[in-house]
T-cell receptor
């Protein structure tokens, strides 16, 4: 049972436009969410995170929105650039676990292509 | 070094061989995680260390998988008697502390079992 779902395997946008990547989760214990970007043959690179006490976090061209009641988050990239072309992973974890670890649970990823 | 490093980057093993994968985390990072990423999937958790203590190994798929971090820095993931289904990219990540901090990933080791 997938706890973090990215239902769009791919997305294509024009340079300069907005890219919106979506993510849904099922586990109500999750309260810390992250987006990672991955280029081929490299490890995932941290982009931006948000905790459940917020509904928005912004860092330059990247904004993450969290709708806790809908168990949904999205990553907005404005304006999109060709260098943003990569696979984007949504990840989630509980902030605090009893005797456990703050392991990340990942979605399957969305491949973003930004066309010049 | 500035980031997480892993070695080897690529490993080809014959079925039944043992392999050892190494991870050098970012200096000063307390937490270290191992993940397995199959083709077309997201990374999946294997095990977690806080300093030298292995606090969570719930993701290890079988007793052929073993991980250690004896001095609280470098970690080794060992797979005994490799099987074809072990073929994947093995990612190591470290973070400053256990909770609420982003994890920084290494480039991964691509293991192919023939």
């Amino acid at each position: 049972d997938q706890q973090v779902k990215q239902n769009s395997p791919s997305l294509s946008v024009q340079e300069g436009r907005i890219s919106i990547l979506n993510c849904d989760y099922t586990n109500s214990m999750f309260d810390y969410f992250l987006w990672y970007k991955k280029y081929p043959a490299e490890g995932p690179t941290f982009l931006i995170s948000i905790s459940s006490i917020k509904d928005k976090n912004e860092d330059g061209r990247f904004t993450v929105f969290l709708n806790k009641s809908a168990k949904h988050l999205s990553l907005h990239i404005v304006p999109s650039q060709p260098g943003d072309s990569a696979v984007y992973f949504c990840a989630a974890s509980p902030l605090f676990t009893q005797g456990g670890s703050e392991k990340l649970v990942f979605g399957k990823g969305t491949k973003l292509t930004v066309n010049p | 070094g500035a980031g997480v490093s892993q070695s080897p980057r690529y490993k080809v093993a014959k079925r039944g061989q043992d392999v050892a994968l190494r991870c050098d985390p970012i200096s000063g990072h307390v937490s270290l995680f191992w993940y397995q990423q199959a083709l077309g999937q997201g990374p999946e958790f294997l095990t977690y260390f806080q300093n030298e203590a292995q606090l969570d190994k719930s993701g290890l798929p079988s007793d052929r998988f073993f991980a250690e971090r004896p001095e609280g820095s470098v970690s080794t993931l060992k797979i005994q008697r490799t099987q074809q289904e072990d073929s994947a990219v093995y990612l190591c990540a470290s973070s400053l502390a256990a909770s609420g901090y982003e994890q920084y990933f290494g480039p991964g080791t691509r293991l192919t079992v023939t």
